[in-house]
């Protein structure tokens, strides 16, 4: 089969960007495109997807770059929506012809504290999709039948990728931002992520106030579309402070921005595994009158399945860039610059 395969961590070059890793080699071109890489082959309780879709997410960039180490060579890809074509031994759902997807969680222990209380997205041996098992950047991939989601009647399989990850990574960072109807919400960076936040947080909390910082034009315009009530340059003041915000972005001098503009008792979650760029606070200045900042990691399968849920009911748009699968290379470089609308798809089959 046809696969995207990272076999050593690499520094992406995308033109007017400096290099900042000099001990990585610099290559336009980080995933090599394989043409025989072999169709994986079904364990018990385990089915065989025919990828449709992948969506590529910043944390790809992170993976490749190596901010997030996982257990190269891999196949990377965490957003996958495929056809059901062999269902392995014990596996009585999904059946063959179903169209399900599989998200950044590719298994956890089921046992620990965490995850008998619902926080699987903590366990420790939680294991990553696309990163300590191979992903969808490929023709075909194996994932744990009880650790897949039918994709619901009316969102097409392009649009249901990116709610696997990007999705619902931030609607896990709505819920722990615990926003109530009437109170403002910030959310800082408006790439896929985002783009899905504001449209469920506009559905769930109708009276509450949305504002939008992005240093691109083009976002701050989409995030109108999308229905923010405010959307500007992150040194701008928005109109009222915020009693909730959710950080996107992976410089470190926002999060310090987004607790500045907190209202007290107000709460960050930062919703990026690395920031890039440190984060220097001033005690007084940023968290001082019980402002918190918290951070998200990883999803539940509940989070998924909510998503997907509200993604249905509520008829979410979902902002896609689509790219082929031998054009992977360039949808990371695009991604890096930040030359994405909404979020970067391979179309598979
Ligand atoms: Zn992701
Ligand atoms: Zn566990």
């Known amino acids: 089969m046809r696969a995207a395969v990272l076999r050593e961590n690499v520094e992406i070059k995308v033109e007017g960007l400096p290099r900042r890793y000099p001990g990585l080699p610099w290559r336009e071109d980080p995933l090599v495109i394989e043409e025989d890489y072999p169709v994986p082959v079904v364990g018990p309780g385990r089915v065989l997807l025919k990828v449709l879709a992948c969506g590529v997410c910043y944390t790809d960039v992170d993976i490749v770059e190596g901010r997030v180490r996982c257990e190269i060579p891999v196949i990377p890809g965490h957003q996958i929506v495929g056809r059901v074509v062999e269902a392995g031994p014990e596996v009585g759902d999904p059946r063959e012809g179903d169209v399900v997807g599989v998200a950044w969680i590719s298994e956890a222990c089921g046992r620990c504290h965490y995850c008998s209380s619902g926080l699987e997205n903590l366990c420790g041996d939680f294991r990553a999709t696309g990163c ?101 340059h992150p040194d701008e003041d928005p109109p009222r402070r915020l009693d909730r915000a959710i950080d996107f972005t992976p410089a470190g001098e926002i999060t310090a921005r987004a607790l500045e503009l907190l209202e007290r008792g107000g709460v960050l979650i930062t919703n990026v595994i690395r920031k890039q760029t440190p984060i220097v606070l001033d005690y007084a200045k940023h968290l001082w009158l019980e402002r918190s900042v918290r951070s998200v990691a990883n999803v539940t399968r509940r989070d998924v399945g909510e998503l997907l849920e509200i993604a249905a009911r509520y008829g979410l748009r979902v902002e896609t860039q689509p790219y082929a699968l031998k054009d992977v290379n360039r949808a990371l470089r695009d991604l890096k610059a930040a030359r994405v609308r909404g979020s970067a798809i391979l179309r598979i089959s």
């Not at 075909?140 to 392009?158: E, K, L």
């Not at 109708?206 to 109108?224: C, D, G, K, M």
């Open 132 to 232: 300590h098992v191979n992903g969808g950047y490929a023709e075909y991939a194996v994932a744990r039948a009880d650790f897949v989601y039918r994709i619901p009647p009316g969102i097409d399989y392009v649009s249901a990728a990116p709610l696997l990850c990007a999705g619902a990574v931030g609607y896990r960072a709505l819920k722990l931002a615990d926003l109530r109807d009437g109170l403002t919400l910030g959310l800082f960076g408006f790439g896929a992520s985002a783009h899905i936040v504001i449209q469920v947080a506009r559905r769930l909390f109708p009276s509450s106030e949305i504002y939008v910082f992005s240093r691109s034009p083009e976002h701050r315009e989409l995030a109108r579309d999308l229905g923010a009530d405010w959307a500007g």
